[in-house]
């Protein structure tokens, strides 16, 4: 199985930048796709970003468009998520994750197959 630890998490202000690190062990080569996913404190897990091992191609959800960038690096089986103009909205803690298979469905928790043990982001207003 793959492992996978993150990192980068931290206490920054609102409207400031942040890069969170996923790197990756193991089979990492079988995984389709990473995503980040966020949880705050009372609230479900919610999709943030996920890309395409293969080709790049990437999705985010609407709230961090324009602000959040998911990027990777194939020789060093690491996943980026640099987060610009941070809000006290998310604030949560970060899970990446890997999705071993094709479905489409890249913004259901239940679609990933391995989880790191998360990073926590607070920002601050």
């Known amino acids: 199985q793959v492992q996978l630890v993150e990192s980068g998490g931290g206490l920054v202000q609102a409207g400031g930048s942040l890069r969170l690190s996923c790197a990756a062990s193991?089979?990492?080569?079988?995984?389709?796709?990473m995503g980040w996913f966020r949880q705050a404190l009372g609230k479900e897990r919610e999709f943030v970003a996920a890309?395409?091992?293969?080709?790049?191609?990437?999705y985010y959800v609407d709230s961090v468009k324009g602000r959040f960038t998911i990027s990777r690096d194939s020789a060093r089986n690491t996943v980026y998520l640099k987060m610009n103009s941070l809000k006290p909205e998310d604030t949560a803690v970060y899970h990446c994750?890997?999705?071993?298979?094709?479905?489409?469905?890249?913004?259901?928790?239940?679609?990933?197959?391995?989880w790191g043990q998360g990073t926590q982001v607070t920002v601050s207003s």
């Open positions: 994750a890997t999705d071993a298979d094709y479905s489409g469905r890249y913004y259901s928790p239940g679609e990933y197959d391995s």
């Open positions: 193991g089979r990492i080569f079988s995984s389709y796709a």
């Open positions: 890309i395409r091992w293969s080709d790049g191609s990437t």
